[in-house]
């Protein structure tokens, strides 16, 4: 069946410009990550989507971050004013409880 | 919060060797574990995971082991092969959020 998708999965930009990531999760599942991945480190908690309920935004690093969920289906990520230091992988992912995850395969950000 | 953290960066086994990748976490809370592998240019991929009530888990060729007494978790994957190559990350899930560790990169040799 459909995995998680995300697009673009390369995304170049200039310094200043935005940027905006999009998700889309597995068809039911309720909750959705949005993470970081910088080079050879771990991945970072950015925001949860969970149903209706308000999301969590405790790991957005900065107010140039934002998401949005319609319902329970795709999800956009829009960094603002982009710099340098956001070049990254941003991984989306969902699941159906607040168990296993399926991730998508990533957007890679570059920053120039 | 919570941090958590793998013993090692990388991992070099033989081809056909059991290979042991051990991660640590700090909140005694968690009450969920996942192992992921990370293959290049793809995303995280489920491969077993444990809930805090147990110590053990065992799947195809995988086994998880848990010990909360030490906060400790671990990853042995048997008779290792080379499309098991890649990057292994522990998670540990502590309220709504999961915590993941940097990878252990493993390589497999053939």
């Known amino acids: 069946g459909a995995g998680v998708s995300q697009s673009p999965s390369n995304k170049v930009t200039e310094k200043g410009k935005d940027v905006e990531l999009r998700c889309d999760p597995i068809?039911?599942?309720?909750?959705l990550y949005w993470y970081r991945q910088r080079l050879g480190q771990g991945l970072e908690f950015l925001i949860y989507?969970?149903?209706?309920?308000?999301?969590?935004k405790s790991g957005l690093p900065s107010d140039r971050f934002s998401a949005e969920r319609t319902g329970e289906s795709v999800s956009t990520l829009t960094i603002q004013r982009t710099q340098q230091e956001d070049s990254a992988v941003y991984l989306c992912?969902?699941?159906?409880?607040?168990?296993?995850?399926?991730f998508g395969p990533g957007t890679r950000l570059t920053v120039l | 919060g919570e941090s958590v953290g793998l013993h090692l960066p990388t991992l070099s086994v033989q081809e056909g060797d059991n290979s042991i990748i051990n991660c640590a976490y700090s909140?005694?809370?968690?009450?969920?574990f996942i192992w992921y592998k990370q293959e290049s240019g793809k995303g995280p991929q489920f491969i077993i995971d444990?809930?805090?009530?147990?110590d053990k888990r065992q799947g195809q060729r995988v086994t998880v082991l848990l010990n909360k007494t030490v906060k400790h978790l671990s990853l042995q994957i048997a008779a290792t092969q080379p499309g098991d190559s890649a990057v292994y990350f522990c998670?540990?899930?502590?309220?709504?959020?999961?915590?993941f560790g940097t990878g252990t990169s493993l390589t497999v040799i053939p």
């Open positions: 992912a969902s699941s159906l409880t607040s168990n296993e995850q399926f």
């Open positions: 068809s039911g599942h309720t909750a």
């Open positions: 989507f969970q149903g209706n309920s308000a999301p969590d």
């Open positions: 909140n005694s809370a968690s009450d969920y």
């Open positions: 444990i809930r805090s009530n147990m």
């Open positions: 998670a540990a899930h502590t309220g709504n959020q999961f915590y």
